[in-house]
Each structure stands twice: as C-alpha cells, then as structure tokens.
C-alpha cells in the first residue's frame, strides 16, 4: 500500500508539472486556515492539529489518535470558518476539513432598475473540502495524498470543481522539511454562466529549524503561471516556556486581488494546556485589499 502511494505521488508530481500551465487562481484556504500557521508568515507544513489537512495531507503524522480544530476570522464584512478532524486508522491517518468564507447584502450597481428606484443585492460564499490520507514511508518520513472540492457562489452565477494534491514530509537532524504540490490535475472549473476559471499548479516546499528556544521557518510558494512566480514567506516562533506557551512573527508574500505582490506582517501566540491549544494571531494587511485582521483557532490532540 505504502509503495503504491509513493509510486502514486512521484508519478503525479513529475508528469502533471509537464502539461500544466494556466492562469492563476486563488482558493480561500490559501489565506490561511490556522492562527498559528500565520503568526509563523503563512509557513505551513509543520501545524501539530487536524488544521494541517489543509497545508499539507503528509503532516497528518503529528496526529498521535484524533484531533480537532476550529479557525475563525473576519475581513472587512467576510466571515471565515474552518474545521477539521483528523484519526489515526491503522497504519495512517485520515483527516478532513472544511474553510469558507461568505459575505451578504452586497450591492449588483450593473442592475439599478430607475423604476423600483433601488439596487438588487447579492451574496458570494466560498468553500473549500479536503479529505485526505497519511502513511509513514519510513519512521521519520511520511506521505499523503488529499482530494480538494471546491465551490463558489456569486449570486446568480456558480461554480464546483475538484482537484488532487500530494506531499511528503521528514523529520531530520537538526530540521524538518515539508513538500505538497497542490491542483495536480488540470481540471476546468466551469460557471453556470459559462466562463471559465482554472486553478494553478504549486509546488510548496517549507523548512522548520529548531534552534532551541527558537524555532526558525521558511517556505517558498512555486506558481506555473504564463509567467511562473515565487512567493516567499518566514517566520520564528520563541517557546517562553516549554510546551506550553510560545509567541511567533512572520512575513508572507501574498498576490492581490489585483495581481500585484505584497508583503504581510503578522505576530502570533499559542498556549498549550494538556490537549488543548489556543491560538490568536495579528496581522499587518495591505491597504490594498483589507485593512488589519484578527485570526482565533482552537485545536485539541488526543
């Protein structure tokens, strides 16, 4: 089973990024599904609850029985909400997770009626499920493979699609690296209306450095585009004391609504309490896109 899932990946990884080359398009949970995750700078990978579903499906190791995980936030009028669950199942782990974001009473100016005297008003919601499985290749390293639907919604007009991501992560000596390409396959999302989106293939690859008492992280996002982009992001996290309380801070380049790179500061903290981790994060957002935001998640581990 374990050499299917490596020959699986190896295939997916190298053939798919041969044929692959499409218009960027951003899902919502590649704006983060975890307070903890974007007080290190968005670096994911290395998350210790179920919420790692969504940054990389080999990190479901750190899973030791089950986990859960709640993420909330808001932006500008927008509300997001992530869950995840993870279970170990035999010699793997099985994980899901669900990240959406909606937001209503929005004004359509492009259909003001002079007789009714008013604007119509629309809402756009966002989804994004990943089901995904984990299995150690060797003590120390790990593989996944995660299926990922997603679906949108703007008024009227609406939009599923589905896609495949993999990944591999190993704990070495003196650090850990995480891998995950994500959109492997290129598969069309299609409107009601009849416009078409495609999603991006990225190549993920992050790094964690324990330097006790600090822990140093770095990734850098590969983006096939006409134009191919790389967008890098780091961050350290202080354990003031051990296994139970830590603050971080982070740096992570994002691409605007309007195509543009920018940089996104962010500080964070975790509190451990046995089985349960609280999480909070701050971000410094672009004045482009969204003024400052705050992030709250709620992990347990069992």
């Known amino acids: ?179 995950v390409a994500r959109n492997i396959l290129p598969v069309a999302a299609v409107y009601r209306s009849g416009a078409t989106e495609k999603v991006s293939l990225q190549v993920i690859p992050s790094v964690c450095i324990p330097l006790s008492p600090l822990t140093v992280y770095g990734q850098a996002r590969w983006i096939n585009r006409d134009q191919p982009k790389i967008l890098s992001s780091f961050g350290v996290k202080w354990a003031i004391i051990a296994d139970h309380f830590s603050i971080s801070a982070g740096r992570s380049e994002m691409t605007t609504t309007a195509g543009k790179n920018t940089a996104r500061l962010s500080v964070g903290t975790v509190l451990s309490i046995n089985a349960l981790r609280l999480q909070y994060a701050y971000e410094k957002s672009d004045y482009e896109d969204d003024g400052n935001q705050h992030y709250f998640s709620v992990g347990v581990g069992l």
């Open 1 to 179: 089973m374990i050499s299917r899932l490596v020959g699986m990946i190896c295939v997916l990884m190298v053939g798919t990024s041969l044929v692959w080359g499409m218009e960027e398009y951003t899902l919502v949970s590649d704006f983060g599904t975890s307070a903890e995750m974007i007080g290190v700078g968005r670096v994911g990978g290395f998350s210790e609850t179920a919420d790692v579903i969504f940054e990389n499906p080999a990190g479901l190791h750190s899973i030791k029985w089950m986990g859960f995980s709640f993420f909330s936030s808001q932006v500008i009028d927008a509300d997001y909400r992530g869950l995840s669950f993870a279970m170990k199942l035999g010699d793997g782990v099985v994980g899901v997770g669900m990240v959406g974001s909606s937001i209503s009473d929005l004004v359509q100016t492009g259909d003001y009626s002079e007789r009714q005297g008013n604007f119509s008003n629309f809402s756009v919601s966002e989804s994004v499920v990943r089901m995904g499985y984990q299995s150690n290749i060797l003590p120390a390293m790990s593989a996944g493979v995660a299926a990922v639907v997603m679906s949108k919604d703007f008024g009227a007009d609406s939009v599923s699609a589905w896609n495949l991501e993999v990944g591999m992560s190993q704990v070495l000596d003196p650090f850990s690296y995480s891998i």
